[in-house]
């Protein structure tokens, strides 16, 4: 059974970066596309980032487009965000997805989900 897990979340200032990985197990999705999304407290989860599954592919939510960067290993199994100058709006956990496919204009999450890893950014 596939199992994903985040860290690398944690508190950070306003202005400062982060690294949040994904580690899945269980299987590898080294053919699939994979995802981030975030949750702040009292909103729906959000699309952050997309990588297709040689990495050739990236997107970007509006909110973060310049301000991060997915990447993977699909060696290691292993899913990456990358987030930098950061804001108060994105406190939030942030969670990965694996399996999903970008399909007109947006990435629809595949079926495996990790349990997510809160971002707090203090101002």
């Known amino acids: 059974q596939a199992q994903l897990v985040e860290s690398g979340g944690g508190l950070v200032q306003a202005g400062g970066s982060l690294r949040l990985t994904c580690a899945a197990s269980?299987?590898?999705?080294?053919?699939?596309?994979m995802g981030w999304f975030r949750q702040a407290p009292g909103k729906d989860r959000e699309f952050v980032a997309y990588?297709?599954?040689?990495?050739?592919?990236?997107k970007y939510a509006d909110s973060v487009k310049g301000r991060a960067t997915i990447s993977r290993d699909n060696v290691k199994n292993t899913l990456y965000l990358q987030m930098n100058s950061l804001k108060s709006e994105d406190t939030a956990v942030y969670s990965c997805?694996?399996?999903?496919?970008?399909?007109?204009?947006?990435?629809?999450?595949?079926?495996?989900w990790g349990q997510g890893t809160q971002v707090t950014i203090s101002s």
């Open positions: 997805n694996a399996g999903g496919r970008y399909d007109d204009g947006r990435y629809v999450p595949g079926p495996s």
């Open positions: 269980g299987r590898s999705f080294s053919n699939n596309g």
């Open positions: 990588i297709s599954w040689n990495g050739g592919i990236t």
